[in-house]
């Protein structure tokens, strides 16, 4: 068991299994778990806390859905869960004061490709794009996301914590947008890469050349 701030999950039913080792691995930091699909209020949980908490985002789906009644459900519960994202974020912005929330963790499943024999999976993928605004948006607080492959969840207690607890839990990125890929441990950043454009003179004696037609 790790020591640890305080944690707060907050994750889909699907994710009842991964959230359950979690818990397990923090033990008593637990202090409340809340899944998307019940009655609970995450802005009324927050305000409950005077505390110094890491939040974790969890929301894992099957892959190759094709019944339509559960491809229905996946997208009421992404809805659910960006609008759920969104009032997370704005409430800790309004409780900076009184609440400390070090870092939030958005944990979804097989969204980036990373070996060729990976299935990618577009549920859950408006959480990425949600987040990626975010971050713009409120700069201040720590997030970051990790993307994890469902078949590793099927392997048990042990393989979880160490190659995907632990990994997110040692991340070194920081928190600033950061998009990581985790798979057997190995984890996997996605990285912007810089370009050469053509030189400013070269475009404007295209753009001559075309007006003198």
């Known amino acids: 068991m790790?020591?640890?701030?305080?944690?707060?999950?907050?994750?889909t039913k699907e994710s009842t299994q991964l959230v359950e080792v979690f818990c397990q691995y923090y033990n008593n930091k637990v202090i409340q778990k809340i899944e998307l699909e019940s009655e609970d209020n995450v802005e009324e949980s927050l305000k409950k806390y005077n505390i110094s908490l890491d939040i974790y985002y969890i929301a894992?789906?099957?892959?190759?859905?094709h019944d339509q009644d559960e491809l229905d459900e996946i997208n009421r519960s992404e809805d659910q869960g960006v609008l759920t994202l969104f009032r997370l974020i704005k409430e800790i912005s309004v409780l900076n004061k009184q609440l400390r929330v070090n870092s939030i963790k958005i944990i979804t499943n097989n969204i980036f490709k990373?070996?060729?024999n990976e299935n990618v999976s577009p549920n859950y993928s408006a959480i990425l794009g949600f987040y990626k605004s975010m971050m713009k948006e409120y700069p201040n607080i720590s997030?970051?996301?990790f993307d994890i492959d469902l078949a590793e969840i099927r392997l048990g207690y042990s393989h979880i914590v160490n190659n995907i607890i632990k990994p997110?839990?040692?991340?070194?990125t920081d928190g600033k947008g950061n998009e990581v890929a985790?798979?057997?441990g190995?984890?996997?950043?996605?990285?912007?890469k810089y370009v050469n454009l053509p030189k400013i003179e070269k475009i404007h004696s295209v753009k001559?050349?075309?007006m003198s037609f």
Do not use: C, F, G
């Open 114 to 116: 990373i070996t060729k």
């Open 168 to 172: 997110i839990e040692h991340n070194q």
């Open 182 to 184: 985790i798979r057997k």
């Open 2 to 11: 790790k020591t640890s701030p305080n944690i707060l999950i907050i994750h």
């Open 208 to 210: 001559k050349v075309l």
């Open 143 to 145: 997030m970051n996301y």
């Open 60 to 65: 894992v789906a099957q892959l190759n859905v």
């Open 186 to 192: 190995k984890q996997y950043v996605k990285k912007l």
